[in-house]
T-cell receptor
């Protein structure tokens, strides 16, 4: 599987912008996913990047650099409800058969 | 909407008991997965299945087995539960036709005493 690293936790204030980074090993790369998981709930899909560059989806954007093995999730105009764990994930070398997840970044948004 | 349903949200079992965790999806997905999630360790893949009666080991299959007799149902079995299997278990499914997005169930929190 892929080795995926992301920060354990981050804090930010309401209305601010936060960037959550993720690095992964580049061999056998097949795309990079971001999921959001609120406490006590199931993870839900946020974004998928397979090509370099920024993909914007409302307040959330995801960036990928395949040569650097690097991605980030950008959250703008933070709201209290954005407090959650953000999981970076990548398929294994065999393609989409399985997803390997990072340990997640717990984001706490304060007033 | 895709719905992935896990049979029990909370279970408490004793060491040595046999435990069945059931998962059903209603979108005719080919692929189904069992993960466990633990603080500081994240989501780890136990087993997955890409077709009826087919199963593949994930990263941490020891102490677990699975069953996929019907396309919509994927069961996780703990033959003899141990305290280190206390965890949150998440089932997921995925279609071969999409980009790899997983749809998760609500999770089953298992406590082994």
């Amino acid at each position: 599987g892929q080795n995926i690293d992301q920060p354990t936790e981050m804090t930010a204030t309401e209305g601010a912008i936060v960037q959550i980074n993720c690095t992964y090993q580049t061999s056998g790369f097949n795309g990079l996913f971001w999921y959001q998981q609120h406490a006590g709930e199931a993870p839900t899909f946020l974004s998928y990047n397979v090509l370099d560059g920024l993909e914007e989806k409302g307040r959330f954007s995801s960036f990928l650099s395949r040569s650097k093995g690097y991605s980030y999730l950008l959250l703008k105009e933070l709201q209290m409800k954005d407090s959650a764990s953000y999981l970076c994930a990548s398929p294994g070398r065999s393609g989409y058969s399985t997803l390997t997840f990072g340990k997640g970044t717990m984001l706490l948004v304060s007033p | 909407d895709v719905k992935v349903t896990q049979s029990s949200r909370y279970l408490v079992k004793r060491t040595g008991e046999k435990v069945f965790l059931e998962c059903v999806q209603d979108m005719d997905h080919e692929n189904m997965f069992w993960y466990r999630q633990d603080p500081g360790l994240g989501l780890r893949l136990i087993y997955f299945s890409y077709d009826v009666k087919m199963k593949e080991k994930g990263d941490i299959p020891e102490g677990y087995s699975v069953s996929r007799e019907k396309k919509e149902r994927f069961s996780l079995i703990l033959e003899s539960a141990s305290t280190n299997q206390t965890s949150m278990y998440l089932c997921a499914s995925r279609s071969d036709r999409n980009t790899g997005e997983l749809f998760f169930g609500e999770g089953s929190r298992l406590t082994v005493l």
